[in-house]
Every structure is written in structure tokens, then in C-alpha cells.
């Protein structure tokens, strides 16, 4: 079934369009609206042929979803905060940049943030959609070279990495895998190093924020914690995170969000566990950030069984 996925541009009536040489679709997926942007999207409801099965992968900055099937809903377009890559295999990746554009087959597309889209997926044995935020070194970078413009990229950028990842996902089965994968992309197409934090003052901080995922902190309560004064503290945290503590904040509370529904937890009781207030709020914030809502992929692949499979016996 077609997943049509919105994609926002600042101004899609000018915006021109990046195209890399030698066309050759390849793969994609993404679903849902941008509340942000204030972009009305209505959800016409289609027979579900195949469900989507997927799971969940991230790291600092990046996250994002590997699966195959539809959510059997036709969304339309829309925008959200995080710049979006999309890839499909082996064929199938239809994108729709602005509200009127024309229809373009591709191999993968680069969407800039805010920027108004739809993607169309049927016929992508398998999609991987990656969500950058964009105050990221990595998120700068792509932002810079984008310019509020869409980039579609040729087959011979990513057909290898699709390749891997339908081995990792479907054969080997393993998260670190198809995360290794997706961050070596990542770090080719934006031509970036992965950034981790070795300040031990913000390694504590990230601890500290690790064991309260689901409480409210304060800047001066980090910075004390890392006995530091609040303007050098948010200086040193970014220097180092490549994002402001209130931005990681949240992109930590959305990340355990959907670790915990690969293990096999109801959207309320994750919503509540990182901190949101209901599933209400949380499902606003994922639109806002990512333009879905957590209730439209459901976590079924290969790596949530094997996640929900280790809890149940260690549980």
C-alpha cells in the first residue's frame, strides 16, 4: 500500500531543485503532519494492504526508522522540524516537493526542514526514513548545502548502504549493525564526523540527564551538578553536543520514547515515562519534530521482537 508522506519547503514556488546524475528509484518511507508549520493535512483511509513492520534506531542527533509495508493511509502534505533522508529498496520512491509539484521518481531524496513534501512508497520492498536535527554540526552542514531546496539523490550514493541494511535488518538482525550503517551514510552524504562528547564536566551532564529522561531539569541544575556557572556550562554543552541542553533534553525524551515501544510498552505508559504529560502531548512534539506521530509506526520488526524476546527473559 502507498504511504504518502509530506515534505515541507520554506518556499516551494521558488524553490529550485537539486538533482544528482543517473536517476534510479530506490527507497524511502516517512508518514504523518506538522503542527508547527500550521499545514492542514487530512488522512484519507485506504484498505491496508501490507502493515508496517519496522523498528527504531538513533544515536546523538539522528534517528529514525528501517521497515517494510504501509500504514494503508494516504497523508497529505506536510512539514516538520528535522531534516529528513529517506531511502528505499529497490524501487518504488516517489517525492512531490511543495503542494503542487510534480511528481519525481528517485533513488533517495535529502528534505530540508520546514520544508512542505509528500513521499510515496509503494512499491519499497523496504524504506529507511532518518530524521537530523538540524542544530546538529551534521544538521548545519546539510542545511548549507540544501538551502531550502530539495536534493534528490542518485542510486549509486546509497545503493550500497541499502544493501547493507537489508542484510542487517532482515538477515543479521542486529541494531548495532543497521545503526553503523545508517551513521556511515549519514556521515558520507553530509561529508561530517560523528560528534561524541569527551568533556568529563558534560559526560556527567549527560548521565545526570540520562537517569532523569522523564523529569523536568533546569539549566542551573546541570550546571551546578557540573559545578560550572550557567553561561559556561550552555556554551560548553553545545561546543560539545553539537545542540543546546533544552534541544538534546527533548530529542533524549522523544529517543526513549521509542525505545521503550520496541519493548513492548503502550504509547501512554511511554509518553509518561519520559516525561510528557500524556500521549496527547507527546504525539504534538513528534509531529512538530519529526512529522509523525509515534502511533503510526508500529514497532514489529525483526529488532523489537528481539528486544521485547531479551526483556521477557530477563524479566
Known sequence: MAIKHGVAERNPASASLKVSRGLQPLLATSSSVAARSGIDCAIMEKPAANRYRGDFVAWT???????????????????????????????????????????????????????????????????????????????????????????????????????????????????????????????????????????????????YLRQRVGQAVTLPEVARMANLSPGRFRHLFVEETGMPLRTYVLWRRLLHVWTLLMQGETLSTAAHAAGFADSAHLSRTARNMFGLAPSTLQMTGPLSAQTRDLEHHLG
Not at 117 to 129: F, L
Not at 174 to 186: F, H
Open 61 to 207: 542527533g539522528v534517528c529514525g526508522f528501517i521497515g517494510e509495508g504501509g500504514s494503508g493511509a494516504s497523508i497529505s502534505p506536510h512539514s516538520h522540524y528535522a531534516i529528513q533522508l529517506a531511502i528505499g529498496a529497490p524501487s518504488g520512491l516517489r517525492i512531490q516537493f511543495g503542494r503542487h509539484g510534480d511528481w519525481q521518481s528517485c533513488a533517495a531524496a535529502l528534505v530540508p526542514s520546514r520544508a512542505t513534501h509528500t513521499i510515496d512508497v509503494n512499491g519499497c520492498e523496504m524504506s529507511i526514513v532518518l530524521f537530523i536535527e538540524p542544530e546538529t554540526p551534521t544538521g548545519k552542514a546539510l542545511s548549507a548545502r540544501l538551502q531550502g531546496r530539495l536534493e534528490l539523490l542518485d542510486a549509486g550514493t546509497v545503493e550500497v548502504a541499502a544493501k547493507n541494511l537489508d542484510r542487517a535488518w532482515r538477515v543479521e538482525k542486529s541494531y548495532d549493525a543497521v545503526k553503523g550503517v545508517c551513521m556511515q551514510l549519514v556521515q558520507e552524504i553530509s561529508r561530517t564526523e560523528p560528534r561524541e562528547p569527551s568533556d568529563p564536566r558534560v559526560l556527567a551532564a549527560v548521565e
